[in-house]
């Protein structure tokens, strides 16, 4: 069963790699930012 986490303030920084690296392991990642994101 894949796990979900939310990330806040992911736009940059610690956020998105956190973002990506949960991404990739397999995982449910959802994120909020203050700026408009484009790239994830």
């Given at each position: 069963?894949?796990?979900?986490v939310l990330?806040?303030?992911?736009?940059?920084?610690?956020?998105?790699?956190?973002?990506?690296a949960f991404?990739?392991?397999?995982?449910?990642?959802?994120?909020?930012?203050?700026n408009k994101?484009?790239?994830?």
């Amino acid at each position: 069963m894949k796990k979900t986490v939310l990330i806040t303030g992911a736009t940059t920084g610690i956020g998105k790699a956190t973002d990506f690296a949960f991404g990739n392991k397999g995982h449910n990642a959802a994120f909020t930012s203050r700026n408009k994101v484009d790239d994830h």
